[in-house]
């Protein structure tokens, strides 16, 4: 089922929930209702609702329902550098490596995340997409560090709702150049993707509400470590929310980083690493939180840029 859709609010469906009233109204399963939803594909009266928002008579309801995508096939191979942090019959928490995708997509030919549990024999058994299969966040191919996979449907549903309702603490470590005015700040600005780019993002008033909150680590020369706490979980939202502050982000030429800085500390990524991760336990209702350290190109650029 793809193609546009506008719609009249009926009657019967005041009041509801925009994500349950879409999922009796189109047949679509709440979960996939919701992802339009997240994804900015719904607006109502010409706005793009919270799955929240409750329905009134009479509102006109435009919904886009993009074509599915081809499946692309998980291929099962081990991704060097990559270590399993926990593993439970709900869960499987991985340290990822950089240059490892979380699934496949139609222009990555290399390792992913669900290719490496495939292959190390851990087994997903959840509904959905089937090449981002127990997928309910992401990380960059260019970014490390932890990720939560679900094993279980219960695990995947309840984890998913757990990222949207912002109740996963996401907290990661990065280096931006110079020193940002403020010691510690909060970055709330929407991101949305950026009219002359596909690939990169850039703060938008049209945008997806997005918020970073940040502290100073440690002053560097030239640079500034920094703890991030992400409240929101946009796509490059570290990358575009400090290079709106004009500190990009370390190796991260594509936002206006200083190419010749990542040369000197030896970096070709940016430095950026997800170095905490705690939510409920799906299955238990325990508190679980883990933790990572730097991986070795990180560390030693941050080591350089300590003696520069």
């Not at 996939?32 to 409750?54: C, E, F, T, W, Y």
């Not at 006109?60 to 019959?89: C, F, K, N, W, Y």
Request: hydrophobic residues 35%.
């Amino acid at each position: 089922m793809s193609g546009h859709r506008t719609l009249m609010v009926p009657d019967g469906l005041a009041g509801e929930r925009v994500d349950a009233g879409l999922s009796r109204l189109l047949g679509l399963s709440r979960t996939r209702v919701a992802d339009l939803v997240d994804d900015g594909h719904v607006q109502i009266d010409g706005r793009v609702p919270a799955r929240s928002q409750r329905l009134e008579p009479g509102a006109l309801l435009s919904v886009e329902i993009p074509d599915e995508r081809p499946a692309t096939q998980v291929r099962p191979q081990i991704a060097e550098g990559m270590s399993l942090v926990h593993q439970d019959e709900h869960i499987v928490v991985i340290d990822k490596p950089v240059g490892v995708a979380a699934h496949p997509s139609a222009g990555w030919s290399g390792p992913t995340v669900l290719g490496h549990l495939a292959a190390a024999g851990v087994s997903i058994r959840t509904s959905g997409d089937p090449d981002r299969q127990g997928i309910v966040s992401r990380l960059d191919v260019g970014t490390s560090g932890l990720m939560v996979v679900a094993r279980t449907e219960l695990a995947y549903t309840t984890l998913k709702d757990a990222f949207r309702a912002r109740e996963v603490d996401k907290v990661y470590h990065a280096v931006c150049q110079g020193t940002p005015d403020q010691p510690e700040g909060t970055i709330e600005a929407p991101i949305g993707r950026s009219p002359n780019h596909d690939y990169k993002f850039a703060v938008r008033s049209d945008g997806k509400h997005s918020v970073t909150h940040y502290s100073t680590l440690e002053a560097l020369r030239g640079g500034t470590l920094l703890r991030v706490k992400l409240e929101t979980g946009r796509t490059h939202q570290i990358r575009v929310h400090m290079a709106a502050l004009k500190h990009p982000l370390v190796g991260d030429p594509l936002y206006g980083a200083d190419p010749t800085l990542a040369e000197r500390v030896g970096l070709i990524r940016q430095w950026l690493h997800a170095m905490e991760l705690g939510f409920i336990h799906p299955a238990t209702g325990e508190q679980v939180t883990f933790s990572s350290q730097y991986p070795a190109d990180l560390q030693q650029a941050l080591d350089r840029l300590r003696e520069r």
